[in-house]
């Protein structure tokens, strides 16, 4: 085991191959011992690589030792699967342009055999956005569904957390070196998802991030589950290159709908306009994804705010209704409250206290739980 | 032979008495100042030599000494050219010094004998009132400002040979000697809170932080009517006193910002430097310390528009003068105090494009917005008690004019509210709501049960510090006592929960 290992780590790491290179040179060879062993000759013939780039291949294998790098990559936290391993993910088999292996912390095998939905959207994201991904990671995992996402700042991050808090396995997929923490705020996100669930990369260690790279990672993201969802994109994002490998890879797709004009919602409209399945509701979708009959539906929402249920008066429940999921703040509200203004900041403080409005920003509130 | 004249120079924004000698002696011929002088003033020299000889003086061909005394006070201004002049006309006998003791003489001399006005006459002015002389000789431009002075006699010339001939047969350039209360004009308002539309809470959130003298920072997209609002602040300020009224006007003629025509300045100041400012202009500053803008804006506004833009450095300096409400300045010659009693109002952009978090419009990334609010100091941040959204207006409330309560209404209440926090806290040594010290919170802020759970709530739910905490006990005071209310009750707290100052790591958290 620890022989092919050597190899295959080799042929993983070594920076001379593209990643589509590596696959084609071990399909062809057949294992990567075979690679590491294959004389000039056959790799010319081969006719994978170019003449160059088989003198760097060779002049680099020859000074590569083999033992001391791969001794010292066992002593790291981290570990790796490659397609010689039989645990390497079943449902990134069957994609175009197939990792040859993926580097990870945590461990792997936690998310195998298991249902898993990508949750992909925007860096900067609204608070509606905000609120469906960590809503709707928290209610998958509560269904012992995996959550894939992309250890990005915003929806990625939110989606992370959402399963997070709800004690479900998560996966990161990054477009950088396992052992880089990119973007750093997420230093903390990194470590629990690795101690819950796992961070994977297809790029060799200390591979830093570049902007070409985080693209390519997409079609892991997508190819690891079998469902994406798109929660916020506009028109030109990179969440939509994620949703173009999940249909070219066959998965379904679903999108979390917006207001017509939002511009943080326009590629997901977008997406449900040329078919992809709308989430109208998160028991309507799990109950999508996990084939359940209407009889026996899961029902989230209700479940979950039947505990939180407040009396409001009348002028309460008069405000709490001109709030919705986009920040709005008390001057866009006014007109329709149609009451004195401090009587507005009154109630308005009044519902915060109760939890039902938060602040998301400067005297801009949003609902934060229904009543 | 030997002469003295007295004249004044300033210092700070304070004046006080110089004595200008001449004595004329055999000797090589030559003309000496000395005495503590900068550079403007030991090239007087050149210009009253030539002064004196198209007046129709030569100079005599003899040792001249001028020593202005007390030498421990650095000697600046243009204004020694005409008391140098005079004590040499006095030392070689023209004029009798005996007249010349009640007397204080200022102005500049230009070579045909021309008196120019200069910088800073109300000041030395008032030294002159103070210290017990009875008449000033001023530029005749300068006339109405040293008028200000009640029971002063001002002798305002045009000419070397003005004075020359008061001196020595008491002719009074008539023209020019006005009464002392000539000039004054009426206060005049321009901005006017019945000018803004619609905006009640901005409103509201002005009256609250000049009843309570809090600083108020305003957060809104471009366009929303900050500047507007902000330059109407002054007009609801509580009128000002006459000692107010002469302090600010002493500052302005310092700088030479002092207009002759309006008299003493009646309306506070509403001062909006631009972002690019440095730390002396803000603070004041130069070898010869001048007030810098926090002083010019005393018993008025500070505007910080676009508070983001603003250096680092030049903020921290204004975080002295708030807690002290003055500006103290040390150079070799000296340490100088400007007061700086100001309240300041502040406005600045959500982001970098000004629209978050409205998404559609703002494109703004999370790091770039966190790096846009990390530009303030949270010190500064600590010292600004209320903070409100500046919302954009609608179109309707844009365009039709709607029955706006006046600032002279506001300002009613305004004073009202300010003599009860005078009354409150006489024996405490502070005057307003904002300076309650920690340590006197309870005693002036107390809360009932209802009132200290909800606190406990908020205390955790927005992760107030003591100070911040300490900083909503404060304006809730305020409201509290606009509302005529001893007690602060809920709505007092929730109206002052409304308004909790700027939290940048809230804000960084919830994209």
């Known amino acids: ?371 | 032979m030997y002469s003295v004249i007295n004249t004044a120079t300033i210092y700070g924004i304070d004046s006080s008495l110089v004595s200008v000698e001449a004595d004329i002696s055999e000797g090589m011929p030559c003309f000496e100042l000395v005495g503590n002088l900068s550079s403007e003033v030991k090239e007087a020299s050149h210009r009253v030599r030539s002064a004196l000889r198209n007046a129709g003086y030569a100079l005599p061909i003899k040792r001249i000494t001028v020593n202005m005394s007390p030498i421990n006070i650095k000697k600046t201004g243009s204004g020694f050219d005409l008391p140098i002049a005079l004590a040499i006309l006095c030392a070689i006998g023209i004029i009798e010094n005996e007249k010349l003791d009640s007397i204080v003489v200022i102005g500049e001399l230009s070579l045909d004998g021309k008196i120019q006005p200069v910088n800073g006459i109300l000041p030395m002015a008032l030294e002159t009132k103070r210290q017990g002389k009875n008449t000033i000789i001023v530029p005749v431009n300068n006339v109405s400002e040293a008028s200000l002075v009640p029971k002063l006699k001002v002798i305002g010339a045009e000419k070397l040979s003005d004075v020359i001939s008061y001196l020595t047969s008491g002719h009074i350039p008539d023209i020019y000697e006005t009464a002392s209360d000539g000039l004054n004009s009426p206060s005049e308002v321009v901005f006017d809170f019945s000018m803004i539309n619609g905006q009640p809470l901005m409103r509201r959130a002005c009256e609250i932080a000049v009843s309570g003298m809090h600083n108020l920072l305003m957060v809104g997209p471009p366009g929303a009517g900050k500047t507007m609002i902000a330059k109407c602040i002054p007009s609801i300020l509580p009128p000002m006193t006459l000692d107010e009224q002469i302090e600010l006007s002493k500052i302005y003629s310092v700088c030479g910002k002092f207009d002759e025509r309006k008299g003493l300045l009646k309306n506070r100041p509403f001062r909006s430097p631009h972002h690019t400012i440095s730390e002396q202009g803000l603070a004041g500053g130069g070898q010869n310390p001048k007030p810098g803008e926090i002083s010019l804006a005393h018993s008025g506004v500070l505007f910080l528009d676009e508070l983001t833009e603003f250096k680092k450095p030049t903020l921290e300096i204004l975080r002295q003068p708030m807690e002290d409400k003055k500006v103290t300045i040390s150079r070799a010659n000296g340490s100088f105090n400007f007061p700086a009693n100001f309240v300041l109002c502040a406005a600045m952009n959500p982001c970098n494009c000004g629209y978050y978090p409205n998404l559609n419009k703002c494109h703004c990334s999370a790091a770039s917005i966190q790096r846009y609010i990390g530009k303030i100091s949270q010190p500064l941040l600590d010292r600004i008690d209320i903070c409100v959204e500046a919302p954009q207006l609608t179109y309707n409330e844009l365009m039709y004019a709607q029955q706006n309560e006046a600032s002279k209404t506001i300002r009613e209440r305004v004073v009202k509210c300010h003599k009860k926090q005078k009354e409150r806290y006489e024996d405490y040594g502070f005057i307003h709501n904002s300076q309650i010290p920690s340590n006197l919170i309870d005693i002036f802020c107390p809360l009932d049960e209802a009132e200290q759970s909800f606190m406990h709530d908020m205390y955790d739910a927005y992760e107030l510090t003591a100070r911040t905490y300490h900083k909503v006990l404060r304006v809730a005071r305020t409201i509290a006592d606009m509302d005529d209310s001893e007690d602060i009750t809920l709505t007092h707290l929730q109206e002052a929960i409304y308004y909790k100052g700027l939290d940048k790591k809230y804000w960084e958290m919830s994209l």
């Open chain 1, 1 to 371: 085991m620890n022989e092919i290992k050597k190899y295959s780590y080799w042929l993983m790491s070594t920076p001379v191959l593209t990643d589509g290179q590596r696959l084609k040179l071990f399909e062809y060879f057949g294992s990567s011992q075979e690679v590491f062993f294959a004389r000039e000759q056959d790799l010319i013939e081969s006719n994978i690589l170019k003449k160059d780039s088989i003198e760097s291949l060779v002049r680099a294998r020859d000074i590569y030792n083999l033992e001391e790098s791969y001794i010292s990559f066992t002593s790291s936290p981290f570990d790796f699967v490659t397609l010689e391993d039989d645990y390497y993910p079943n449902s990134l088999k069957y994609i175009h342009n197939i990792p040859y292996g993926l580097f990870f912390a945590g461990d792997m095998k936690k998310i195998l055999g298991k249902k898993c939905v990508a949750l992909v959207g925007a860096r900067s994201c609204s608070a509606y956005g905000k609120r469906m991904a960590e809503e709707l990671a928290n209610e998958l995992a509560k269904n012992d569904i995996v959550v894939i996402s992309g250890l990005a700042k915003g929806i990625d991050s939110y989606a992370h957390t959402g399963s997070l808090k709800a004690g479900g396995i998560t996966a990161a997929v990054l477009g950088c070196g396992v052992d880089i923490i990119y973007p750093k705020e997420n230093a903390v996100l990194y470590e629990q998802i690795a101690k819950t669930g796992c961070v994977i990369s297809e790029y060799a260690m200390g591979t830093s991030p570049q902007p070409r790279l985080f693209p390519l990672r997409n079609r892991i993201i997508s190819g690891l589950c079998q469902t994406t969802v798109v929660v916020e994109a506009r028109l030109k994002s990179g969440s939509l290159i994620t949703a173009d490998y999940a249909l070219e890879q066959g998965k379904d797709i679903y999108v979390i709908p917006g207001r017509v004009g939002d511009s943080l919602s326009a590629g997901c409209n977008k997406l449900a306009s040329q078919g992809a399945g709308i989430i109208f509701s998160i028991d309507q979708f799990l109950s999508d994804i996990l084939e359940l009959n209407s009889e026996n539906r899961y029902s989230v929402i209700t479940d979950n705010h039947a505990a939180s249920k407040i009396e409001l008066n009348s002028e309460q429940l008069l405000v709490y209704g001109l709030f919705d999921l986009y920040p709005k703040s008390l001057a866009q509200v006014q007109a329709d409250a149609n009451m004195d203004a401090l009587k507005l900041v009154a109630i308005t403080m009044e519902l915060c206290h109760l939890g039902l409005l938060k602040e998301v920003f400067k005297n801009n509130y949003i609902i934060n739980g229904v009543c």
